[in-house]
């Protein structure tokens, strides 16, 4: 476990009662707390985009060129994915989502983490790795078909019914937000009067503006991360350090808190 700061542990008990005073707290989540269930980073030092050109392999237009270049990647870095386990970073934001604290949780991740944990409420603003669609007739797979078809085919999946290429349900560059998932991110970041921002950098575009709408609407940005972020100067709280050490402990601090308030009303 990471040795925490003195100014740290003061901070997870700060984050603690600025939560518990909250009226709608929500949570933004990043690549950050997924690598610490072993999920690489994409755009890391060591990224998967350092390895495959994202213009090769991961935008819509040379899927569509070509998917074999797509699924070449994905025979790679899918394994991983599909077998990840939550962290503790997820479990307590899964915590905190019972105990009526969190609202919502929007992330950038594609790999289902959240809901594996038991949290309800997760807008997926870059999709899901476990769904596939047709590119031709929409019809959707599961994961499990997926690699029923890729075992038995030895080669890029196409559709059992129109024979056009599967693509997974997460945005690939070149491709916009899912509507859905887009505006009502941006209607919970200007409802929000906490954001927790827990494992992201905020460098990707347009989620990394999230942030500012709650800014503007008066509400406060909470930054846990272990590296530092452009908003850090304009949030109430910034902890570095890794979400999986940080968030338990403020799960932690939550219930002492509420514990003590049951034992002592006054």
Known sequence: MNTLEPIERENIKKTARLLLNSEFAIVLTGAGISTESGIPDFRGESGIWKKYKPKIYGSIQSFLNDPSKFWKMAEEIAPTLFNAEPNP????????????????????NIDELHQKAGTVIVYEVHGNINRFTCMGCRASYTKEQILRKIKKEKSSPGCSFCGAPLKPSVVLFGESLPNFEKYMSIDLAKKADIMLIAGSSLTVAPICDLPLYTLREGGNLIIVNDETTYLDDRAEIVINNKTGVVLPLIVQEVRSIKAKQVSDPT
């Open 89 to 108: 970073g997820h479990y307590a934001i899964a915590d905190l989502e019972k105990e009526n604290i969190i609202k919502a949780v929007i992330t950038q």
